[in-house]
Nanobody, 126 residues
């Protein structure tokens, strides 16, 4: 059974850094795009960033551009989200997701993703 498991969330202060990871298992994820979404309290879940299978295509939401970096490891079954210069507005539950292929629209639509992790809480205090 396919699983995505996130780790690395926590409580940090504004300006700090945090790294999240997501490991995929249970089936082959060859050809799959991995994405990160987040949901803040009282808000809709939103796209954060995505990376395609090869790592050649990336996409970021404007609010994290220049602060967050997504990357995949060598076997491509683990994806990382390095978050720098964190702001209180980055506080949310962060979800890892997987979809086959890469969308010309940048793979930012939630309904395009087939597999989801359980989420990890990131809290940034001011």
């Amino acid at each position: 059974q396919a699983r995505l498991v996130e780790s690395g969330g926590g409580l940090v202060q504004a300006g700090d850094s945090l790294s999240l990871s997501c490991t995929a298992s249970g089936r082959t994820f060859s050809g799959y795009t991995m994405g990160w979404f987040r949901q803040a309290p009282g808000k809709e879940r939103e796209f954060v960033t995505a990376i395609n299978w090869s790592g050649h295509y990336l996409n970021y939401v404007d609010s994290v551009m220049g602060r967050f970096t997504i990357a995949r490891d060598g076997d491509r079954n683990t994806v990382y989200l390095q978050m720098n210069s964190l702001k209180p507005e980055d506080t949310a539950v962060y979800y890892c997701a997987a979809r086959y292929g890469w969308s010309e629209r940048g793979s930012k639509r939630e309904d395009e993703y087939e597999y989801w992790g359980q989420g990890t809480q990131v809290t940034v205090s001011s």
